[in-house]
């Protein structure tokens, strides 16, 4: 099976003796490989579920910041009125009862009845690799509208 015997001694194939040890380096190799991609898998994961948790804090904080209204009256009737601090303490105040390191970067009306906020947080992977940076910034922004227009 591995050689030929010669007076009762099995000789050695050169060609067979050269493969030996090399379904070890192969072996070796994948389970590298496979390695890498689960823990490049897994920080891609965490990373897209980070991104989906600060979209629906910036559309809370909007929601939020929407209803900080003021009712004003004048000649063509009743409107919902938007203050620049009152966005922002609104917005703040969702981002503060939420744990974390989330921070509100800006809270503003373009147009008088809309509020946009934007809100960043600092991302770290969840599991060492070489191949996925130590952190970035992530950033939402969510628009929402007055209950009164």
Known sequence: MGGRLMGGRRMRNPARDAEEGSILLLTLGYVLLALAVVLVCVCATDLYLAQKRLDALADSAAAAAADGFTLVTDANGVRAELDDQDMRDQAQGIIDA??????????????????????????????????????????????SRTALQ
Do not use: Q
């Not at 147009?111 to 940076?133: A, E, I, L, N, Q």
């Open 98 to 143: 939420i744990e974390g390191e989330a921070a509100l970067v800006d809270a503003w009306t373009p147009d008088g009845v809309s509020v946009r906020v934007t809100v960043t947080v600092p991302w770290h992977p969840p599991v060492f690799s070489p191949f996925v940076p130590d952190g970035v910034v992530l950033e939402a922004t969510a628009t």
